[in-house]
């Protein structure tokens, strides 16, 4: 059985950073055969693609809206992608969560009922 566990969520100042971990398990290939998304929800809106890793070649794609100041990554040995999270705003405020399928089409928002796996989530608030 597929599980992701999404961590390291919290409350921060606006300007600070975290670094949120999905940790994968049950995948029935290696990490990197799968392309991983990040996702936030925030308070009465809808689901919004961040970030996506793709499989073997590992491209990384990114909403306009964090465009250089969050970063994707994997680490394979570990089963765990990263999400680092620089000059955080008010309005990156919401539920993070990871999901995983074939690639990163998963970003697309009329596909978020396609994708395969998906993760329970972690807060973020950022605020002073």
């Known amino acids: 059985q597929v599980e992701l566990v999404e961590s390291g969520g919290g409350l921060v100042q606006p300007g600070g950073s975290l670094r949120l971990s999905c940790a994968a398990s049950?995948?029935?290939?290696?990490?990197?055969?799968?392309?991983i998304g990040w996702f936030r929800q925030a308070p009465g809106k809808g689901r919004e693609g961040v970030s996506c890793?793709?499989?073997?070649?590992?491209?990384?794609f990114y909403a306009d809206s964090v465009k250089g100041r969050f970063t994707i990554s994997r680490d394979n040995a570990k089963n765990t992608v990263y999400l680092e999270m620089n000059s955080l705003k008010p309005e990156d405020t919401g539920v993070y969560s990871c999901?995983?399928?074939?690639?990163?089409?998963?970003?697309?928002?009329?596909?978020?009922?396609?994708?395969?796996?998906w993760g329970q989530g972690t807060q973020v608030a950022v605020s002073s």
């Open positions: 049950g995948l029935r290939s290696s990490l990197d055969s799968y392309a």
């Open positions: 890793i793709s499989g073997s070649d590992g491209d990384t």
């Open positions: 999901a995983a399928d074939s690639g990163c089409w998963i970003l697309r928002p009329e596909s978020s009922g396609l994708v395969t796996y």
